[in-house]
């Protein structure tokens, strides 16, 4: 559903009276027309300008009863329309936010402006009517796409049930409207409103960038299942080489058929694999022929996709802070704006997906015990119980009677696996810490609904995939230790050595942080990298087409109206 500046009800135009025959319409006298189509707005519902519907019910009317219904774009002492042509502008430039200007009212603005500019060129007086479309759509234009821009087109919750969002951003658009007005500083106003993200900037630039540049044509597309490999020449590997030089991972320059050629179109497309998530081997495979047969206009709307993603977060992340970017399968300590920690991930797969939220890295547990979750129990252990009736014993999983408080503990092999049922299941799986614990020796602890936490893991080896979604949902790091020690810092005594003690003695303890961690999931196929060159990463939840969809949606239009 199209996030609009707040419940939408729908207005309707009042006929206007002619002009006074001056040139310049006096700004009391289209005050009191635009008050009066105000309140005969409110009273009829709707409101149509020259067939498109205003939205803007809670800031409209507030925006100029403020103003004591002065007309704010177009006055008697501004006939150069100079502060509607920067707004024009703005619309034209959403498109480097990955917004469609044509939601905005832009093509009537445009026209309307036209007729205006005509009129006052001829000497003749401007058509109130005309003013009063204008004033309208330009503040509607504005109060939208500040909106938008402020905290995304679209509502990440009602796309994704494991997507959280909690925004504290609604602030007076109306308020920012008026100082822009009386500033004459539209521009200003509508960056200000904007994520202040590095990362939003960057990928807006390289947006505008290609936009500008009209770097928009497909690129050869490989046939399908081909395949290269160093050393392999042909019609292939010139293709491959063409392709390669578009998409500028290897020179222009670089040609012919020897060793030196080979080795650099190897390094060329371990460069591509490395941009696009995937395992960089130089090796042609299926996964890297399927991205290389990606078209530039898909990789450019994964571009747009992904600015909306950042609308979507709080504009302060935290002087410090924990990101994990599921896509990347990556966690990033930051600090300052730098980054000062780094390491691989594992997330959820697919029908486990890792949610986004965010929330407070607030205490971590040394040798954790794991009391598994019931699904996890019904759909992962209990099959294996019933192909092996030694498995519980063997992973030193211990079986109680129920989740209650003093539940009796079983013992495993006297309980019939075959006839235990998902349905009819009671049973509560739990694993002691331990060297055999499936979270590792430590886990971090943060406030959610989902259950999720950081946890170290016996599966080592699994951080060397390129694609590692293998988790329930959890996030598995690849460096706990270093992670702990950081967290710790402002904790009297806990240097590396304290850590890893803590560790050796196989004690379970939990220890609260002094000065919680601002922590989020978040979930990024595009980004910039340190070169400024575009990054992707596989959409491994296959959220983009979703989003794609509820981003193309147009703003609703009302027809069998009166104006429609």
Not at 296 to 302: C, K, V
Not at 486 to 496: I, T
């Amino acid at each position: 559903m199209v996030r609009m500046l707040a419940t939408m009800v729908l207005f309707s135009f009042l006929a206007a009276p002619a002009a006074d025959g001056s040139t310049a319409l006096p700004d009391d006298t289209i005050a009191r027309k635009i008050q009066a189509r105000i309140a005969a707005a409110q009273t009829a519902n709707y409101l149509v300008c020259v067939g498109e519907l205003v939205c803007g019910i809670a800031e409209l009317p507030r925006f100029y009863a403020q103003r004591n219904y002065r007309p704010a774009w177009i006055t008697t002492d501004d006939r150069a329309f100079a502060l509607a042509d920067e707004m024009v502008q703005q619309l034209e430039d959403a498109r480097y936010d990955g917004l469609a200007p044509e939601h905005y009212h832009l093509d009537s603005i445009r026209s309307l402006l036209q007729t205006a500019q005509q009129q006052v060129a001829a000497g003749r007086p401007l058509d109130a009517d005309v003013h009063a479309d204008l004033e309208f759509l330009l503040t509607d234009a504005f109060l939208m796409l500040g909106s938008h821009l402020r905290a995304g087109r679209v509502n990440p919750e009602t796309l994704d049930s494991e997507w959280l969002i909690h925004l504290d951003r609604q602030g007076d658009l109306a308020q920012v409207l008026d100082r822009a007005i009386e500033s004459r500083r539209i521009t200003e106003a509508l960056d200000g409103l904007r994520p202040p993200h590095p990362e939003y900037t960057a990928l807006r630039k390289a947006l505008k960038s290609h936009r500008t540049r009209g770097e928009t044509a497909d690129r050869p597309r490989l046939p399908e299942k081909s395949a290269w490999e160093k050393g392999q020449r042909g019609e292939i590997a010139d293709r491959l080489r063409e392709r390669l030089q578009l998409s500028g991972d290897l020179p222009q320059t670089a040609e012919g058929a020897n060793a030196d050629a080979d080795a650099e179109l190897f390094e060329g497309l371990r460069r591509f694999q490395e941009r696009h998530g995937l395992e960089a081997d130089g090796r042609m495979g299926p996964q890297t022929l399927q991205a290389l047969n990606v078209s530039w206009e898909e990789r450019i709307r994964q571009v747009e996709l992904n600015l909306e993603r950042w609308r979507w977060l709080p504009h302060d992340l935290g002087v410090r802070h924990i990101r994990v970017n599921v896509p990347q399968f990556d966690l990033a300590v930051i600090e300052d704006g730098q980054e000062v920690l780094r390491m691989r991930v594992v997330v959820g797969r697919h029908y486990r997906r890792t949610p986004v939220f965010s929330s407070y890295l607030d205490h971590l547990v040394f040798n954790p015990d794991w009391n598994i979750p019931t699904r996890i129990a019904v759909e992962d252990i209990l099959p294996k119980a019933r192909k092996d009736p030694a498995y519980l014993r063997r992973e030193k999983i211990r079986v109680f009677e129920s989740w209650s408080q003093g539940a009796a503990e079983l013992d495993p092999d006297g309980v019939d696996w075959t006839a235990v049922t998902g349905q009819k299941f009671s049973y509560k799986f739990k694993k002691d810490p331990g060297p055999h614990n499936d979270l590792g020796r430590i886990k971090f602890l943060f406030p959610n609904k989902f259950a999720v936490y950081l946890h170290d893991t016996l599966s080592k080896r699994l951080f060397d995939r390129s694609m590692r979604g293998f988790s329930s949902g959890c996030i598995r790091i690849e460096k706990p230790i270093e992670l702990a020690e950081y967290a710790l810092r402002d904790s009297p005594g806990w240097s590396r050595d304290a850590v890893i003690a803590a560790i050796d003695s196989g004690a379970n303890r939990t220890v609260r942080l002094p000065h919680p961690i601002a922590l989020h999931l978040i979930y990024m196929t595009a980004g910039v990298n340190a070169e400024g060159r575009l990054r992707f990463w596989p959409d491994i939840y296959q959220r983009d087409p979703t989003l794609d969809r509820a981003l193309q949606k147009k703003p609703p239009r009302v027809s069998g109206l009166p104006g429609a």
